[in-house]
């Protein structure tokens, strides 16, 4: 349910047609190019990046 309002938000209101939403934990999200897990990331990176 969550995947699809997402998709058609981003299909509706942002134009992006060819789009793939998933979601992932943090302890198993890969960031910079797959290498790095977002978890073990200073807790900085995330203020700073938003």
Do not use: K
């Not at 349910?1 to 981003?10: F, I």
């Not at 509706?12 to 934990?25: A, G």
């Not at 897990?37 to 203020?47: K, V």
């Amino acid at each position: 349910m969550v995947v699809n309002n997402v998709r058609s938000v981003l299909t509706q209101q942002l134009n992006i047609d060819d789009v793939i939403v998933e979601f992932s934990r943090p302890e198993n999200l890969r960031v910079l190019n797959n290498e790095v897990l977002l978890y073990d990331l200073p807790p900085r990176w995330g203020n700073i990046a938003c």
